[in-house]
């Protein structure tokens, strides 16, 4: 594992909803850390607060009903939490943290062609730094923009678009699913970023177009030494894409580890049972936790996973278990450690 100081380092974070039925308490003091050129998987089921916890580092919690009520988000030295939102816009989000999205129609608009899109993306966060007035000037100049047609064709070409040339003067609806999530990495990795968060970008995907995708992802992001978290709820693509793991439970981070580690020595009960819902066709029936992810409105006490924990003890419906370090890069929040 890297030494060098992570990326992006999220302290305790707290999120909370102020909503007519109640106050949903979304994170509860959640913790991860992205190292330089890895791929950190975020994984549970759904509800859990792997998206909240996205839109929180991209600085896009909708305050109210939103509340960021503790923590830090730490990236490149700063506290994105205590940044301006105007200094957010101009040099983190879509520049230095950029976004692959699960929808990938919403994400693209519909009434521009890809080459307005794509130049946009290159026009509004520049890898070199936007330059004040003047930099933005020069760039609707006919100079700037041949060599950023000639840039953006360069990552169509890495991205395996077909036809790269033909493509700038298509439309959104004019690209299958498979080729518009290759457009949206391409996107993604047009301002040249530290980290990529990708947001579940391959659930909409057959088997065969998600594992071309999963590839050139993986491909793309290691040539460019780029950091990329990766949401998901499906332990398959974590295997094949990711180098560590945090898996996560309403709103509370359980175990982080290496993902062959969390593979073969999964350590905490809901880690396990993730991992023994895995459709296996040796098995007659298949298995799923029993319950169900609790309302996050007045969320149980303590560890959050007691309600459908058969190991739960009395203290587990009392306080929150602390991290232990199991191994190297291997940590856990369980009473039973
Ligand atoms: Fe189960 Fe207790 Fe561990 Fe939570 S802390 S996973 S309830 S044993």
Known sequence: MSSAPPVLEVRDLCLRFHTDQGTVEALDGVNLRVLPGEILGLVGESGCGKTATARAILGVVPAPPGEITGGRILFGGEDLLRLPEREL??????????????????????????????????????????????????????????????????????????????ALAKYPHEFSGGQRQRLLIAMA??????????????????????????????????????????????????????????????????????????????AHPYTQQLLASLPDHRKEELEGIPGVVPSLIDPPRGCRFHTRCSQARPECALTRPPERLLAPGHTVRCHLY
């Open 89 to 166: 816009a101009r040099r983190i989000r879509g520049r230095a943290i950029t976004l692959i999205p699960q929808d990938t129609l919403g994400a693209l608009n519909p009434v521009f062609p890809l080459r307005t899109q794509l130049l946009d993306v290159l026009r509004w966060h520049p890898p070199e730094g936007d330059g004040g007035l003047w930099g933005l000037l020069r760039r609707y100049g006919r100079r700037w923009r041949r060599q950023a047609l000639a840039q953006i064709l360069a990552l169509l070409r890495q991205v395996q678009l077909p036809d790269p040339e033909g």
């Open 189 to 266: 990795l047009l301002p040249n970023p530290v980290l990529v968060i990708a947001d579940e970008p391959t659930t909409a995907l057959d088997v065969t177009i998600q594992a071309q995708i999963l590839r050139l992802l993986r491909r793309l992001v290691k040539e460019r030494g780029t950091s990329v978290l990766f949401i998901t709820h499906d332990l398959g693509v974590v295997a094949r894409l990711c180098d560590r793991v945090t898996v996560m439970y309403a709103g509370q981070e359980v175990e982080t580890a290496p993902t062959a580690a969390l593979f073969t020595r999964p």
